[in-house]
């Protein structure tokens, strides 16, 4: 009933930036939040950055990363700067959201991206 698809990801040099994009589509009434995971290999998913009643980010990517939202086109964006070695994972577009009006809230999951970063 939803999709979230993903597309940015790649190999880049240290130093370098990448961006990530996610659209989301289906039976959407409203998005609650937008953001981003990341899993390393022998890693947890854990959180990049998230957009909704207010923006949260990751310390570890604070001062480096951006996200942003254009809620016309129920798009989550992540622009990278900076990046480095440590930043290499799958990165998972993530959104809460409800179908209906005054109906329950769903989570749904993007399929990933690669981001891989050579030092």
């Known amino acids: 009933q939803v999709q979230l698809v993903e597309s940015g990801g790649g190999l880049v040099q240290a130093g370098g930036s990448l961006r990530l994009s996610c659209a989301a589509s289906?039976?959407?009434?409203?998005?609650?939040?937008m953001g981003w995971y990341r899993q390393a290999p022998g890693n947890k998913r854990e959180l990049v950055a998230i957009?909704?009643?207010?923006?949260n980010y990751a310390d570890s990517v604070k001062g480096r990363f951006t996200i942003s939202r254009d809620n016309a086109k129920n798009t989550v964006y992540l622009q990278m700067n900076s990046l480095k070695p440590e930043d290499t994972a799958v990165y998972y577009c993530?959104?809460?959201?409800?179908?209906?009006?005054?109906?329950?809230?769903?989570?749904?999951w993007g399929q990933g991206t690669q981001v891989t970063v050579s030092s």
């Open positions: 993530y959104a809460y959201l409800m179908m209906a009006p005054r109906g329950r809230g769903y989570q749904y």
């Open positions: 289906g039976s959407i009434f409203s998005i609650n939040a």
């Open positions: 957009s909704g009643g207010s923006t």
